[in-house]
């Protein structure tokens, strides 16, 4: 039997893209082989070496930032709680980012590099919703920068738009490692924030990017092909907002030939924005 021949250089990074693995930690390789002969004399001979330390001497360590509201919740369920109790003191943007900064629940936040919090203006009349942050997200701290987000801005631009008129956010403010889909607890984790987000901005008509956002905000269980170009009525507490499920850019660069449905979807999104405008409304 013949041995498989050995993958390329471009075969083998293409696999470590697929993988998750896109930015490197260090400038030289790591034999991570030769870890346990390096590291165990090491330990031996701190061990041996350690000076000894008088109770006297001892201080407490300086307290850790706590979590929005105390110590890191020990489990999923009070992780939840605690998010829902934390935004609702939010009574600003800015107090709420603030929380997001320091909330400790969601444990996407000690992968991610930072929060991915917002991008546009806060009193736009529209407010547009994705599901998580990407790698280029993930690097500058705001939504939809990447390939998706050009894509993003071209779409916006068709109906006159663009990132000073609208308001942009994601149900995950953290990246997931890798880019893999967020569990369902960490996008129940994170629920509560993107909730106060929205009734924070009110905006006049609520856009659901890709099938994740539309099935966590709107309540629905059927697919983005069937849900994208409907109204539905997302409720904020204090009212109800106008919102529609539309296809994902990333979605439309896999599959541009739905790009058409997508037009259509912000052609309605126009003229419903238009009509907010009129006197009577």
């Known amino acids: 039997m013949m041995p498989e021949p050995a993958p390329s250089l471009q075969q083998l990074l293409a696999f470590y893209l697929e993988a998750g693995v896109d930015c490197a930690l260090n400038d030289e390789p790591v034999n991570r082989m030769l870890d346990d002969e390096i590291v165990a004399p090491v330990e031996a001979d701190a061990r041996i070496a350690a000076p000894v330390v008088r109770p006297e001497t001892i201080r ?48 996407l936040r000690a992968t991610a590099t930072r929060l991915v919090f917002a991008d546009g203006n ?23 920068v990447g390939r998706s987000g050009k894509l993003l801005d071209l779409m916006l631009a068709a109906i006159g738009l663009d990132r000073n008129k609208v308001y942009i ?64 009525d997302y409720d904020a507490g204090a009212r109800m907002i106008r919102a529609m499920p539309t296809l994902h850019p990333a979605y439309l660069l896999r599959q541009p030939t739905y790009k058409r449905l997508a037009w259509q979807d912000l052609r309605a999104i126009a003229t419903a924005l238009a009509a907010t405008d009129s006197p009577a409304n």
Do not use: Y
Not at 61 to 80: F, K, M, N, Q
Not at 203 to 225: F, M
């Open 60 to 107: 407490p360590l300086a307290p850790r930032p706590a979590a929005a509201h105390g110590a890191a919740p020990s489990s999923p369920e009070a992780a939840i709680v605690s998010a829902r109790e934390a935004a609702a003191t939010a009574p600003t943007l800015d107090a709420l980012r603030a929380l997001m900064e320091q909330f400790d629940g969601c444990a």
């Open 169 to 232: 956010a994601n149900v995950i403010p953290w990246r997931p490692p890798g880019n893999r889909t967020p569990t369902p607890q960490e996008t129940q984790i994170c629920l509560p924030f993107i909730k106060r987000q929205i009734e924070l901005v009110n905006p006049a008509i609520l856009v659901t990017l890709g099938n994740p956002s539309t099935q966590t905000l709107l309540s629905t269980r059927d697919g983005i092909t069937r849900t994208r170009g409907r109204w539905f």
């Open 122 to 144: 806060p009193q736009a009349r529209l407010m547009l919703v994705g599901e998580a942050p990407g790698r280029e997200e993930d690097i500058e701290g705001l939504p939809f």
